[in-house]
DNA sequence: CAAATTACTTCGTGCCACGAACAATCACAA
DNA sequence: TTGTGATTGTTCGTGGCACGAAGTAATTTG
């Protein structure tokens, strides 16, 4: 049973790990986790706000401050939805979209460096099982 | 190049399904995200202020609010150093051990049930790998 | 058309994290 | 011994994050 055990350790550690890098690349880049994890989503183009919380594991109440900032800051718009007076579209302005993909880039360089000792056929291994694990994970950071 | 790509999309997402899960859990147990990590830390025994920022990787002047509000729900105690009249250390009460152990336990299960589904050498060659990428990663969620 | 549903916002609360500034203590060297 | 510089931890101010309850407006449904 010792094995299985480790494998809770070593995902809580990985996540922790991966999660600091998060933060770190986004002071980088100005933006706060949160806001980098909702210009991700963005990058796929414009969202309403009850998908974006789905997307982000969010009470919709938390994403309406969330956007606020953003938006103050020049990241994001809020535009109507020509089929639905209530509703509202978020997607990023150019300067977010400039943020996000140098996020993007710099966060990928980091990771990669983590796997980059690995030997290659452990490596891919290792990225296949990742992926299978997370198959049904909302896409918070696309390829 | 698509492989090196998808590795890092896998880790993140890896990264934001633990995190919920782990936020899961701790809500469960009536425990903040910062509060579960802090006090997974402690399991190990008493530990000062400043390691257990270096633990946390968080700011001391962070720390302080976290074990103040951990005392006043009564899970954590602030004793003197005998050896240091500045210094102090922290430990859990009964109370922090009971509900840390019960947050390890719960999440231990909901983790092994991700990896539950991967044929038995995959999921040996995924914990070896993950094992080695986090080696250096400090001990968040002991064996 | 009335009622139920949906989309989003507002408000109040508590938690989290940072940096700057500060007091107490310690370690060490002159 | 007495500075002097480093270390330990706290306070304070600021801003951000997340929740739930309650509310408004628009759409859908019966």
Do not use: W
């Amino acid at each position: 049973m010792r094995e299985t055990i480790g494998a809770a350790s070593g995902l809580v550690r990985l996540a922790f790990l991966v999660q600091n890098l998060y933060a770190e690349v986004g002071r980088g880049c100005d933006l706060t986790e949160a806001q980098a994890r909702m210009l991700c989503v963005l990058t796929n183009g414009s969202v309403g706000m009850a998908e974006l919380s789905g997307q982000l594991c969010l009470e919709r109440s938390s994403l309406t401050g969330l956007v606020d900032r953003a938006e103050q800051r020049g990241l994001v718009v809020r535009e109507a939805d020509p089929h639905d007076r209530r509703a509202v579209k978020v997607s990023l302005t150019p300067a977010g979209s400039t943020a996000v993909h140098r996020f993007h880039q710099e966060l990928t360089e980091r990771l990669e460096k983590l796997t980059a000792e690995l030997p290659v056929a452990e490596r891919e291994r290792f990225t296949r099982t990742l992926q299978r694990l997370v198959a049904d994970v909302p896409v918070l950071f696309a390829d």
